[in-house]
């Protein structure tokens, strides 16, 4: 099975400030997906942003965007000019088509955003 | 809101019990994901049933199943239950089965085994 590691469980951030969110995978496969997903107190899991593997181009949405080094298998979330809203449970997610396109999430990382 | 609805939103029971647990996809999506989260933990992907054929399936337990139906809702079932059974149970769907598809996850059920 994939395995996708979060090594922060917790961090924090001053409003507006920028701060970066770790996850490693471990894979053989060439053709998957790797997601980031928010998990606020309500608890729905919101897609924050994806990434193809087979692009080089890092993606990014508006604040968000990732550091995605295929080599290393790491694929990192940052968040620029944080708001309070982006306080939440942050999960990264493998996907392989190898795999039977299941889900692989890591522990979360849970992120503070201080006033 | 993603689309997706879970009924319900809570559940108690007992251990030994059985429950059900009910998923209605977005509109046009064929592909329905079960997973279990537990307290503290992340999401273990449980199964995949796609236009109602079961499409991968992950950790999932015999004590548990799973149906897609016609109308593309599905439901969970989760019998002889354990108080190790209590999690929040997410669905997610899309529209199809592959790798790029993204996930639109609900809101999820909370079961409580006590």
């Known amino acids: 099975a994939q395995t996708v590691t979060q090594s922060q469980p917790e961090m924090s951030v001053q409003e507006a400030e920028t701060v970066t969110l770790s996850c490693t995978y471990d894979?053989?496969?060439?053709?998957?997906?790797l997601f980031w997903y928010k998990q606020p107190p309500s608890r729905q899991m919101i897609l924050v942003i994806r990434?193809?593997?087979?692009?080089?181009q890092n993606a990014t949405e508006n604040r968000f965007s990732v550091n995605f080094q295929k080599a290393a298998k790491s694929f990192s979330l940052k968040i620029s000019d944080s708001q309070l809203g982006d306080a939440a449970m942050y999960f990264c997610a493998y996907r392989g088509s190898n795999t039977g396109n299941q889900f692989y999430f890591g522990t979360g990382t849970s992120l503070t955003v201080i006033p | 809101d993603s689309g997706v609805t879970q009924t319900p939103k809570h559940l108690i029971t007992a251990t030994g019990q059985r429950v059900t647990l009910r998923c209605s996809p977005r509109s046009g999506d064929l592909s329905v994901y079960w997973y279990q989260q537990s307290l503290d933990q992340g999401l273990q992907f449980l199964i995949q049933?796609?236009?109602?054929?079961?499409?991968a399936k992950g950790n999932i337990l015999e004590r548990f199943s799973a149906q897609q139906f016609p109308d593309l809702h599905s439901e969970l079932n989760l019998s002889s239950l354990e108080l190790g059974d209590s999690a929040l149970y997410f669905c997610?769907?899309?529209?199809?089965?592959?790798?790029?598809?993204?996930?639109?996850f609900g809101p999820g059920t909370r079961l409580t085994v006590l």
């Open positions: 990434q193809e593997a087979y692009k080089q």
């Open positions: 049933y796609y236009n109602g054929e079961e499409r």
């Open positions: 997610a769907s899309s529209v199809l089965a592959g790798v790029a598809d993204t996930q639109y």
């Open positions: 894979t053989s496969e060439s053709d998957y997906y």
